[in-house]
């Protein structure tokens, strides 16, 4: 705005009476396109739900003055090209990438040399084999390419027919619906999001036992940055909520497909459901939360929360079986909580948590807990077959090595290990949701969640070891577990988690 960059979703449309907008689709064509194809060759991008805003960002704050100068010419130009870029990303969140692809393709535009090892520009991809490697990891079909970071890969509720009705949830089991948002929000009551003085708890008691080791966590939100949203005409097929994103399963039980079908049948014209970001966070499922207690031959109990009567036999099965095949000598029980919905759909729910105690467990018997190890390899050995391998140096920085089979393409498998480095850092170090004694979720803003800014990502250092020959699998939730272990153990091996909220900015 006037040349300023602004955040749209907090700019009242007052504001901007007589001040000149540019929006990504005014830039000029050369400068959107740079920026696109930097994106595209770093992996910077995955769902692409955040990425327009950070292009404009990185526009205004890269390209402006002597940036480009200064960065492939100064010495120590780099570190205040990466400076810059993580204190313009303060006003963003990407949940996909792990921020670094983002600075790397900074680098690019603005002519810095890209770190050594990280990303190759060299030669043609094959963006449909880049298309498949991102199903497997994400979950569901995704598309690689220009199209994602402009914004033109269209999530659900762009794809609505105009002049439909639109409804949002009421707080009370039902919908608000109207002609507008405007209006729709109005008959529901709708009650703007808040953060919370409150601390995440620790819902499960660790058993009781002699144990070796032991761990309690607390609720997770998922944080996928595009809310739930459909829309359906009447008799017809719901759209999909997921978009150009798998939304590390937090989507898989999502109602609103049903919804708008039920709404656009009694309403007898198209209906669009439309989830806010407070609405996700109240009625969207979180990762369960855990607790455990291991004895050093890997024996041991591991209680995972459930509230009551919300278990699914099929899914629960499925996830004992899981954690049989990471730690064979967990004993798996439920355990009732009072709180919001979890889902065994998400990330590696559960047989992550199982992963990372047995991980830990060779260093863990030889070693002072209290000084944390670094340094030292961690190994994890998914149940489909991926293979990853963690280690936290001295200086907080972090290497992985993944086997994944035949990577298919080098960017993407790259970007989906480095974004789970970021959410298996602010998983054990800084994440949590507080829910007060009711089981209400208190904290209803992205930034009250504890995820991990730009300037608090450590540098990652990839190497993808698959063979072409082995058949593809999904291994960034592999990575998620072993970096968890690796940092759980460079911590000390506290007994909660989050070990240190105020890694993200949280007290």
């Known amino acids: 705005m006037d040349g300023a960059p602004r955040v749209a979703c907090v700019t009242p449309a007052r504001r901007v009476a007589g001040r000149e907008v540019t929006t990504l689709e005014g830039l000029d064509d050369a400068v959107r396109t740079r920026w696109a194809e930097a994106l595209v060759t770093t992996g910077g991008s995955q769902c692409g739900f955040c990425t327009p805003g950070i292009v404009m960002r990185l526009a205004a704050a890269v390209e402006a003055g002597s940036a480009e100068a200064d960065a492939s010419s100064s010495p120590g130009a780099a570190s205040r090209l990466d400076e810059t870029v993580d204190k313009a990303l303060l006003a963003h969140l990407c949940r996909c990438t792990g921020w670094q692809t983002i600075t790397e393709a900074a680098r690019l535009v603005a002519g810095a040399t890209p770190a050594p090892g990280s990303i ?46 639109v409804a949002v949830p009421d707080g009370r089991g039902g919908y608000g619906v109207g002609a507008t948002l405007a209006e729709a929000r109005t008959q529901a009551g709708k009650v703007q999001g808040r953060s919370t003085t409150i601390a995440p708890g620790h819902p499960v008691p660790v058993p009781e036992g002699e144990w070796d080791l032991t761990l309690a966590t607390t609720w997770l939100e998922p944080a996928y940055l595009e809310p739930d949203s459909s829309w359906c005409e009447p008799g017809g097929l719901p759209a999909s909520p997921f978009g150009n994103g798998g939304a590390f399963g937090g989507k898989a039980s999502s109602p609103v497909a049903d919804e708008a079908r ?46 009551r009567g919300a278990v699914d036999t099929v899914a629960w099965a499925e996830m004992v079986s899981l954690v049989a095949a990471v730690a064979p000598g967990l004993v798996v029980e439920q355990a009732t909580v009072l709180g919001p919905p979890v889902s065994l759909d998400l990330r590696a729910a559960v047989w992550a948590e199982a992963a990372v105690l047995v991980a830990v467990l060779p260093y863990m018997l030889d070693t002072s807990r209290q000084d944390g190890v670094v ?79 730009a300037r608090g990502m450590p540098d990652v250092d990839v190497t993808l070891a698959g063979e072409l020959m082995r058949p593809p699998v999904n291994g960034s939730d592999a990575v998620i577990a072993a970096v968890a272990a690796a940092r759980w153990l460079a911590d000390g091996l506290p007994r909660y988690w989050p070990t240190d909220r105020a890694s993200a900015g949280r007290g």
């Open 262 to 307: 039920r709404l656009a049948d009694e309403h007898g014209q198209p209906v669009r459901v439309l989830w806010s970001r407070e609405d996700v966070v109240r009625y969207g499922p979180k990762r369960p939360p855990i607790a455990a207690g291991v004895r050093g031959d890997g024996t041991g109990l591991l209680r995972v929360g459930m509230p």
């Open 120 to 165: 190759s520009t060299s030669g043609s991809r094959d963006l449909s084999a880049a298309a498949r490697r991102a199903e497997i990891e994400g979950g569901v079909p995704q598309s690689v390419g220009l199209d994602v970071v402009l914004g033109q890969e269209l999530f659900a509720d762009d794809r609505a027919p105009a002049g439909g009705l």
């Open 375 to 453: 340094d030292v390899p961690v190994e994890v050995m998914s149940p489909g077959g991926s293979r990853a391998v963690a280690r936290i140096a001295a200086d907080g920085s972090l290497a992985v090595e993944v086997d994944a089979g035949d990577p298919l393409d080098d960017v993407v498998l790259r970007s989906y290990v480095i974004g789970a480095c970021h959410q298996a850092l602010g998983w054990v170090r800084s994440e949590g949701v507080a829910v007060d004694d009711r089981g209400e979720v208190q904290d209803l803003t992205v930034r009250s969640f504890g995820i991990l800014q």
